[in-house]
């Protein structure tokens, strides 16, 4: 059974940093492609990073450059979205998902939960 699960959310003021964390298990970690999205109230979800197998890239959204950073830990099946400066236009539910190779299926992506960021003062 696959699981992906995030965490590290929360309440900060703007100017503050916050890391959360996503762990996934159920799949070959090493080779998933690992993505962040977010979803403000009212908006539609953003895909605003993701990694590559074994850390081989980064990408994000060029509005968010400079001030996130996705990384991965893949003894630990973990990758991290570290967030600096952070401002109120950043609240919003972040998601982590994994893009695994499946046998005879081919890349399936497995969502997690999310995790409420809430940047307030």
């Known amino acids: 059974q696959v699981q992906v699960v995030e965490s590290g959310g929360g309440l900060v003021q703007p100017g503050g940093s916050l890391t959360l964390s996503c762990t996934a298990s159920g799949i070959n970690f090493g080779s998933s492609v690992m993505r962040w999205y977010r979803q403000a109230p009212g908006k539609e979800r953003e895909l605003i990073a993701a990694?590559?197998?074994?850390?081989?890239?980064?990408n994000y959204v060029d509005s968010l450059k400079g001030r996130f950073t996705t990384s991965r830990d893949n003894a630990k099946n973990t990758a991290y979205l570290q967030m600096n400066s952070l401002k109120p236009e950043d609240t919003a539910v972040y998601y982590c998902?994994?893009?695994?190779?499946?046998?005879?299926?081919?890349?399936?992506?497995?969502w997690g939960q999310g995790t409420q960021v809430t940047v307030s003062s």
């Open positions: 990694i590559g197998r074994a850390g081989s890239g980064t």
């Open positions: 998902s994994a893009v695994a190779l499946r046998l005879g299926v081919g890349s399936v992506e497995y």
